[in-house]
């Protein structure tokens, strides 16, 4: 079947502008997940979707950064203002059912790169 | 607090074994690895749950030592497939639903 796709693949813009990414888990899958890694590193938590709430944005970096999953499914992370720091590969992963020992299964990412 | 990951890189011939470590201070309820290419999505390899279970692949060998909070990887008959960077990522055994991942391991096969 197919697996978590994200779009767009890459990102250029420049400093102060708006972006969206979005992400389409995996059909059925109740959680999602947001991650940002940066060269060299793993991938570092953003935010977790259980259905259409947020059950844990601990991991936004500011209020520059936003998410939403309005029906269940799709979810955009979006950026204002952004800044040459936010610069990584922005990863989504979706599970079954968000449980401790269900599998994430990751997308592709959307590489953002903010000149 | 992220794992940490020993050793950083390695390098293997063909059918050499390799053995990847992941060591936390928080007590962990379960340890996922992962393989990630150059460019390509983070693939799922296994996960260890506290108690002894373990979900994966067939050819993946792991341990998990909850009394030390350490997990390793086992890689045996190492392919040129197995190239990439491992990382684990440790969810906490209290509250937390976030997965916290390591550096990373970047494990490259020769023929």
């Known amino acids: 079947g197919a697996g978590v796709s994200q779009t767009p693949s890459n990102k250029v813009t420049e400093k102060g502008k708006y972006v969206e990414l979005r992400c389409d888990p995996i059909s059925g899958h109740t959680a999602l997940y947001w991650y940002r890694q940066s060269l060299g590193q793993g991938p570092e938590f953003l935010i977790y979707?259980?259905?259409?709430?947020?059950?844990?944005d601990s991991g936004l970096p500011n209020d520059r950064f936003f998410a939403v999953r309005p029906e269940g499914s799709v979810s955009t992370l979006k950026i204002q203002r952004t800044e040459r720091g936010d610069s990584a590969v922005y990863l989504c992963?979706?599970?079954?059912?968000?449980?401790?020992?269900?599998?994430?299964?990751f997308g592709p990412g959307t590489r953002l790169t903010v000149l | 607090q992220q794992p940490v990951q020993s050793p950083q890189a390695v390098i293997l011939r063909e059918g050499e074994d390799a053995v990847i470590n992941c060591s936390s201070s928080?007590?962990?309820?379960?340890v996922h690895w992962y393989r990630q290419k150059h460019g390509e999505a983070p693939v799922f390899l296994m996960i260890l749950l506290k108690g002894g279970e373990q979900k994966g692949h067939e050819k993946i060998s792991a341990s998990f030592n909850e009394k030390k909070q350490q997990s390793s990887l086992y890689l045996t008959a190492s392919q040129l497939s197995y190239s990439g960077t491992y990382f684990c990522?440790?969810?906490?055994?209290?509250?937390?639903?976030?997965?916290?991942f390591g550096k990373g391991t970047k494990l490259s096969v020769i023929p």
């Open positions: 990522g440790a969810l906490p055994g209290a509250g937390s639903y976030q997965l916290t």
């Open positions: 928080k007590a962990l309820y379960s």
């Open positions: 992963a979706s599970s079954r059912t968000g449980g401790k020992a269900d599998t994430q299964y």
């Open positions: 979707f259980q259905g259409t709430g947020a059950a844990d």
